[in-house]
């Protein structure tokens, strides 16, 4: 019993000790993103910029309350969101502002809905809402590992999609944005495992759970801000993401 509580100490431990950094360093910096944002008034940079603040809270306070089902529901609802908007931007990113802005606010909400509702089906504030109270955990289990796996799939076919040329100038052209692609991959495909590995009656999937988190909860918020909101805050520059818009004679504008 001892060994099992001094595991979950560590754990919590790695999951809060990263977010707290980075709401120190947030904190900091603070004064330059208004001041930036003043400047500039982009208006999708100023909702990553939210989603930055808002997810880094949410982790510490999953760390600190992580049996609470409310705070769970919210914190994965949020998590999601932010990555769905990482999707859904890369396919309207290269629109024009507010096209871009709605566009991916608005798949990104439906998306999320969708899973808050999904989540809300097998948690215990709703227990037996759609499945008695017999076979929850096990629809819990099948769901995650499916949807963090699909999730897994996606981000694997989006970090070897631009090696094909045809798609090339539609993508991202950052290489720090495949890197951020490739942890989400990890993220989800050990989320994943770790949840398939419990359907198969193995302790270790909560091992593979943890993991994630840590890694998650270390590693999200770096490149989510060095990918969408550090050049913006250290250049006056209008940051161009796009291969077609640094090629074409529209690279100029305003990509936002």
């Not at 949410?58 to 932010?82: C, G, K, P």
């Not at 770790?194 to 593979?208: K, T």
Request: some cysteine; charged content about 10%; glycine content about 4%.
């Amino acid at each position: 019993m001892e060994k099992v509580f001094h595991y979950f100490y560590i754990v919590n431990l790695c999951a809060i000790v990263p977010p707290v950094i980075y709401l120190f360093v947030l904190l900091i910096k603070l004064p330059l993103a208004i001041r930036r944002f003043k400047q500039a008034g982009l208006k999708i940079l100023i909702w990553f910029y939210v989603m930055t603040w808002i997810i880094v809270l949410l982790l510490i306070l999953q760390a600190l309350f992580d049996r609470i089902l409310v705070v769970e529901l919210v914190t994965n609802s949020m998590i999601y969101f932010s990555q769905f908007m990482v999707l859904t931007y890369m396919m309207f990113g290269i629109l024009k502002p507010k096209k871009a802005l709605f566009s991916t606010l608005i798949t990104s909400a439906i998306f999320t809905s969708v899973i808050t509702i999904t989540q809300l089906s097998f948690m215990e504030l709703n227990e037996g809402f759609f499945f008695n109270s017999k076979n929850q955990d096990t629809v819990q289990h099948v769901f995650w590992s499916t949807f963090n796996g699909s999730f897994a799939i996606i981000y694997a076919i989006l970090i070897f999609l631009p090696h094909f040329k045809k798609f090339e100038k539609w993508l991202p052209a950052k290489d720090l944005f495949y890197a951020f692609l490739f942890l989400l991959f990890v993220k989800n495909a050990l989320f994943s495992f770790g949840h398939f590995s419990i359907l198969d009656s193995s302790s270790v999937g909560y091992c593979y759970i943890d993991i994630s988190v840590i890694i998650f909860n270390t590693f999200y918020i770096p490149f989510w801000y060095f990918t969408f909101l550090h050049g913006f805050m250290m250049s006056d520059a209008i940051p161009v993401y796009y291969h077609k818009l640094l090629i074409s004679e529209f690279g100029n504008e305003e990509l936002f």
